[in-house]
């Protein structure tokens, strides 16, 4: 089982750069043929002031952690046994190629179901652009399957 | 990937006051999926996860196959809502993994509104979305929630 002491647990802010490549890469691997996701002629004749960013980057973005790692680490979880429950977004601005996007990651909740063969973590962040303006909150709910 | 849908130019948000609950979004239809698109998911996406590209590791989680990353399927979903409306409308978006989805399957993107109403003054709606392969076998359930300006 998990130790609850880890609810609350905050990680260390970290940031990421928005890239356009990036951008254009996970535009071509999601079949996005809007030409406002990969061209910024496109984009800015759309009123953007770049390649936007996608509603689902964001989640990422936070993958780009100095250690992506860090969670699974600190509550010693076996990528075997995991599983992506529920992803959400609330979207508060936009963000774009060349952004400097801050991710705040919290432990918002850890509990289980079926007498522990299934245990939740429930993680909330807060992400901010280089203007302190909130970009959006993700919540992820990932599943562990015990044995 | 290349599927079978135009070229979208970005959308225009339609016009409220004609919605009603139960509408229907124009659906999304992609092709089968490859063991190729999840490598470029994998790549682009940043999750390595090899629980999705390397069948050795998936047979070791005791996976008779590797399968497709929740957040692929999550990712039309958000075009299926992009083609509706500009990106900038989009509140929300909260989605639930229910079941796997499998390399060969042919994933069906689709939306209805679900409520339409005015909060804080501004005209509001909220959407279900879902998948499915190409049984109807659902994968996905999501909601959004979008706003005019």
Known sequence: ?147 | MNDRNPTMATAQLPDWNALQPGDALPPLELPPIRRLDLALYCGASGDHNPIHVDVDFARSAGMPDVFAHGMLSAAWLARLLTNWVPQSAIRSLDLRFAALTHVGERIRCTGTVAEKFEHEGRRSVRLKLATANHEGAARLSAEALVAWP
């Open chain 1, 1 to 147: 089982m998990i130790d609850r002491r880890h609810i609350g647990h905050q990680l260390p802010p970290f940031q990421v750069e928005v890239e356009k490549g990036r951008l254009r890469f996970f535009a071509k691997a999601t079949g996005q043929t809007d030409p406002v996701y990969t061209d910024e002629a496109a984009a800015r004749d759309a009123g953007h002031p770049g390649l936007p960013v996608p509603p689902t980057f964001l989640f990422c973005l936070e993958m780009e952690a100095p250690n992506p790692a860090a969670i699974r680490e600190l509550l010693g979880m076996d990528y075997r046994s995991l599983l992506h429950g529920e992803q959400g977004f609330s979207y508060h601005a936009m963000a774009y190629a060349g952004d400097m996007l801050t991710f705040r990651q919290r432990i918002e909740d850890i509990y289980d179901k079926k007498n522990g063969a299934l245990e939740f973590v429930v993680r909330k962040t807060h992400v901010h652009n280089q203007r302190d303006e909130l970009v959006a909150e993700l919540r992820c709910v990932t599943v562990v399957r015990n044995q």
